[in-house]
């Protein structure tokens, strides 16, 4: 499995917001040039997370993005969900119709342990505990 591009940047734009919140808003030219990403994707990823409710914009000269909510508000798993959607392994959890095999398949009593393992992680960890892993650092530099 996988993180898309989608995902990755996403969630390392809502860390520059979270690293910023209480500067005010960041513009989207800044964001791109620190994380080192396009700004017209990031424009992209910036209204997806907006539509969710967890950033939002600022009109005006001094105006840019925040988070929605305070950065120990925001779980990894509802920036994954917004970006991604709901994290799948494979279809037969999502659609029991997908295989015949699915009442007594082993492998996706398997496949539904890692889905959970993974849900685990992004539910129980905030923006601000991502924050508070750098702190010893100057500058943020992450990868996910």
């Known amino acids: ?5 989608r995902t990755r940047y996403g969630v ?9 919140q209480s500067k005010g808003p960041v513009q989207i030219k800044t964001i ?6 396009s700004i017209k994707y990031l ?9 969710a409710g967890l950033v939002r914009s600022i009109r005006g000269a001094k105006g840019g993005y925040i988070l929605a909510k305070p950065a120990n508000q925001i779980k990894l798993s509802d920036v994954f969900n917004a970006l ?7 279809e037969c959890l999502e659609n029991k119709n997908y ?3 699915v009442t007594d398949c082993v492998t996706r009593q398997v496949w539904a342990e890692v889905q959970q393992a993974i849900m685990s992680v992004l539910q129980s960890m905030t923006l601000q505990d991502l924050i508070n892993r750098t702190k010893d650092k100057k500058t943020l530099n992450y990868q996910i």
Request: charged content about 25%.
């Open 43 to 51: 424009e992209q990823l910036m209204a997806i997370l907006k539509s």
């Open 32 to 37: 791109a040039h620190r994380q080192d990403i």
């Open 12 to 20: 390392r734009a809502a860390l520059e917001l979270a690293a910023n």
């Open 99 to 101: 295989c015949a095999r």
């Open 1 to 5: 499995m996988k993180l898309s591009t």
């Open 84 to 90: 991604e959607g709901p994290v799948t392994t494979v």
